[in-house]
């Protein structure tokens, strides 16, 4: 059941809470309020001018049309372009151009566009009125938006948080953006790190992507729960209770790491080597394995804090002793209770999933150890995963009996999804319960390469559930429990055949509820020579270690510009006492720096810019795309880098420092609050920011983060064309007014939009 919506308030905030706006007062709106505002953005109101003449033209038979506005791809033809009546002449028995001009004569757009044109066989341009841009610009620098704190809604029941925990964020400015009429529950799944694992660079992706859609879906107004599925369970669950017990008693006994990592070698050393080789290398081990166990009641192993570096080692340690032990015979524990040594993983997750305190305990532990690892991960991200959002395999565990037994009952005959398109249904096949999907025609929906009917296993023979079993135990969660009416996949392009099958299983079992389910594909993060990013040695990149680098990487560079700014500051005061040009009065940017910032701040700059070069980099480009992974170009100053669009908003901001210095907008006074677009680049700029909410809507319908990358940075493109041509700090006080309104809206949406891709905004570069 969806929350019931917070009271809306308007009231009046004095200027000052806001620095250098330049108007009286400031209307502060919450969700409520600027969703009851009419719609003035371009896209909206285009789309509901065009839908509202089809439905007059057409009657019942056009209530669902769709109006097929988009803004223009060439500024020539005008700001939009309606492509309506070449999509729906047939349906209204008209010739495009004759349908075109009805559109147009109904649309009653004369409030809004200076120009309409029809072109060729019937695409309607449209060229907007200066004064309605001036007038969504007006709206965005009046509009703020706080989010209301209903309360930190913990979901110990549902596992996740929702938006309705505003204290994720804090307030944010929405540049009058209304929040959506009809907000959908979104649960999104993303991120997913196993435990006793280090994340890796393939991490990276799901994480920052699915981190995007949380922002902007918040911000849009829908309520979105976090959903962390984590690998905490299955068969290697007990390889890693396992290793944890190792790690402790090898450093009880005294063992540093270095010597556990030596002995891992050698193990990997003897893999596919003679028994007899084999067995001499393990018995000693064996036998203090027994003399440990013998001893775990009389002193505790858990006194000392264990990292994940050290759960890991100790996890890769016993899976490839597990190896090593295939069929040596080697034993540990003594008479008739001895077990095979590679059986004791095996028999460690039995204990655990029939509920032995031992086992449960241990792997608690493991598994707090790396959710906190992986939660210091996130914090140095940035992204908004929480302790509450974990809610993983282990999690569906107890639904999986009834899960498989409602499938079979469901599924005995044949049965189709709700829209028809696809059947399914449960038999056994070779001991395992299976599911078979089929087209509408009757025929095998998915098959194997040699032809015969693919079938997704739900319980092997076994008795063992698989991840088709927990997925589909997770859909109905998701769907009933939770309420979501979407619910969105972050996972990793080779795992499409696995979600369309799932999708197409829970559709025919009724399971999606009506939901929207998505699977976002996204590529791999490639090195230099175009395979998947690894280190020297072959191992996958450790994120911890990649982030560090950033940091290290930022920091030097920034250290090498201060050095030469701070050159070129001496050089200019040298020129000055000569008497040279170089000593006029500085830019409106506020000229060299007058003091070099403290190492303190140049950490902090660095780790923002760094952090946001990583995260950017990858969301800008295309996700269902691979990517080659370059230092150099993702630490750039100039093109679509996150360094590129922090330095351009610092830039604005020390424009408004230089203006407080010179006398704020009037000498002292304030300035209308308005915006004038009367050069060429204003008009460029002011469009660009008025086309910030369909590039979010964008956004929500599509979930493709390099859209609102490319909005940015062309933002950012369009300021900088503005500022060559059009001088901001001019004496005419109501020029500069409006242009220095022009520029705080330019930077609040860089920062916003920066903020809704994860990154940190910087005052001063």
């Given at each position: 059941m969806r929350p019931a919506p917070a009271v809306g308030t308007i009231r009046t905030v004095e200027t000052a809470a806001i620095p250098l706006r330049f108007a009286g007062t400031l209307i502060e709106f919450t969700s409520e309020s600027v969703a009851a505002m009419p719609i003035l953005a371009p896209l909206p109101l285009l789309v509901e001018r065009f839908e509202t003449a089809l439905r007059a033209l057409g009657g019942a038979t056009a209530a669902a049309t769709q109006a097929h506005v988009r803004a223009a791809g060439d500024s020539k033809f005008g700001d939009y372009q309606c492509n309506a009546a070449m999509a729906l002449a047939k349906q209204f028995a008209l010739k495009p151009r004759e349908l075109a001009e009805k559109l147009v004569a109904t649309a009653k757009l004369d409030d809004i566009a200076e120009k309409i044109e029809i072109a060729g066989p019937g695409f309607i341009n449209i060229t907007l009125k200066i004064a309605y841009i001036e007038s969504v610009l007006a709206q965005g620098l009046r509009g703020y938006v706080t989010p209301t704190d209903a309360g930190a809604t913990a979901q110990a029941k549902t596992g996740?948080?929702?938006?309705?925990?505003?204290?994720?964020?804090?307030?944010?400015?929405?540049?009058?953006?209304?929040?959506?009429?009809?907000?959908?529950t979104v649960v999104l799944d993303y991120s997913s790190p196993n435990i006793a694992k280090q994340m890796h660079v393939g991490h990276l992706r799901t994480t920052v992507i699915g981190d995007v859609f949380a922002r902007v879906l918040e911000f849009a107004g829908h309520r979105v729960i976090r959903q962390n599925h984590i690998g905490d369970w299955g068969t290697a669950i007990g390889a890693v209770i396992t290793g944890l017990w190792y790690i402790r008693t090898r450093i009880a006994r005294g063992e540093t790491l270095d010597a556990i990592r030596a002995r891992l070698t050698q193990a990997l050393e003897l893999k596919g080597k003679p028994v007899e080789a084999r067995r001499a290398w393990l018995e000693p081990i064996a036998a203090e394995w027994t003399a440990d166990l013998a001893r775990e009641g009389e002193s505790s192993t858990k006194s000392r804090a264990t990292t994940l570096d050290e759960l890991e080692l100790g996890y890769v340690f016993v899976q490839t002793l597990s190896s090593v032990a295939e069929g040596s015979d080697v034993r540990v524990g003594g008479g008739d209770g001895a077990k095979r040594l590679?059986?004791?993983?095996?028999?460690?997750?039995?204990?655990?999933?029939?509920?032995?305190?031992?086992?449960?305990?241990?792997?608690?532990?493991?598994?707090?150890?790396?959710?906190?690892?992986?939660?210091?991960?996130?914090?140095?991200?940035?992204?908004?995963?929480?302790?509450?959002?974990?809610?993983?395999?282990s999690a569906y565990e107890p639904m999986l009996p009834k899960t498989v037994s409602d499938i079979r009952s469901l599924l005995a005959t044949r049965r189709a999804s709700a829209d028809g398109a696809i059947a399914a249904e449960c038999r056994e096949n070779q001991g395992a319960q299976c599911i078979f999907l089929y087209s509408a025609k009757g025929e095998p929906a998915y098959k194997t390469a040699e032809g015969e009917p693919l079938p997704m296993i739900i319980q092997k023979s076994d008795g063992a559930y698989l991840y088709a079993s927990t997925d589909l135990a997770a859909v109905r969660h998701r769907t009933e429990t939770l309420g979501a009416t979407r619910v969105i996949y972050v996972v990793g392009a080779p795992q499409k055949l696995h979600f369309e099958m799932l999708f197409a299983a829970a559709r025919a079992l009724g399971w999606d509820h009506g939901a929207r389910l998505e699977h976002v594909a996204f590529g791999s993060v490639l090195g230099e020579n175009r395979k998947p990013?690894?280190?020297?040695?072959?191992?996958?990149?450790?994120?911890?270690?990649?982030?560090?680098?950033?940091?290290?990487?930022?920091?030097?560079?920034?250290?090498?510009?201060?050095?030469?700014?701070?050159?070129?500051?001496?050089?200019?005061?040298?020129?000055?006492?000569?008497?040279?040009?170089?000593?006029?009065?500085?830019?409106?940017?506020?000229?060299?720096?007058?003091?070099?910032?403290?190492?303190?701040?140049?950490?902090?700059?660095?780790?923002?810019?760094?952090?946001?070069?990583?995260?950017?980099?990858?969301?800008?480009?295309?996700?269902?795309?691979?990517?080659?992974?370059?230092?150099?170009?993702?630490?750039?100053?100039?093109?679509?880098?996150?360094?590129?669009?922090?330095?351009?908003?610092?830039?604005?901001?020390?424009?408004?420092?230089?203006?407080?210095?010179?006398?704020?907008?009037?000498?002292?006074?304030?300035?209308?609050?308005?915006?004038?677009?009367?050069?060429?680049?204003?008009?460029?700029?002011g469009l660009r920011l008025a086309r910030f909410r369909e590039t979010l809507d964008a956004i929500v319908a599509d979930l493709m983060p390099h859209v609102l990358c490319a909005y940015l940075y062309d933002l950012a493109s369009d300021f900088m064309r503005f500022y060559e041509s059009c001088p901001v700090l001019v004496d005419d006080l109501a020029v500069r007014g409006a242009r220095l309104n022009l520029c705080d809206l330019t930077a609040r949406t860089l920062k916003l939009g920066l903020s809704l891709v994860g990154i940190e905004a910087i005052e001063q570069m």
């Open positions: 996740g948080s929702t938006s309705e925990n505003a204290s994720r964020f804090a307030p944010m400015d929405r540049i009058g953006i209304p929040t959506a009429a009809n907000p959908d590679e059986d004791i993983p095996r028999l460690t997750t039995t204990f655990l999933q029939r509920g032995d305190a031992w086992e449960r305990g241990e792997w608690e532990q493991a598994r707090a150890i790396s959710m906190n690892a992986c939660q210091e991960l996130y914090e140095r991200l940035g992204v908004t995963l929480r302790a509450e959002d974990v809610f993983g395999e990013l690894k280190t020297r040695d072959g191992g996958n990149v450790k994120l911890r270690d990649l982030l560090d680098e950033a940091e290290k990487r930022a920091y030097e560079l920034l250290l090498e510009r201060e050095r030469g700014e701070a050159a070129n500051s001496e050089l200019r005061i040298a020129n000055s006492e000569l008497g040279s040009a170089g000593g006029t009065a500085a830019s409106e940017s506020g000229g060299a720096p007058s003091r070099r910032l403290s190492d303190a701040q140049m950490r902090e700059i660095a780790r923002r810019v760094g952090i946001g070069a990583i995260k950017y980099f990858d969301l800008a480009r295309d996700r269902n795309g691979d990517y080659v992974f370059h230092w150099d170009q993702m630490l750039a100053f100039q093109g679509n880098t996150a360094p590129y669009l922090m330095y351009a908003y610092a830039r604005i901001r020390s424009i408004h420092r230089k203006a407080a210095e010179t006398g704020g907008a009037a000498g002292g006074g304030t300035a209308p609050a308005a915006v004038r677009l009367e050069h060429a680049t204003e008009r460029a700029l």
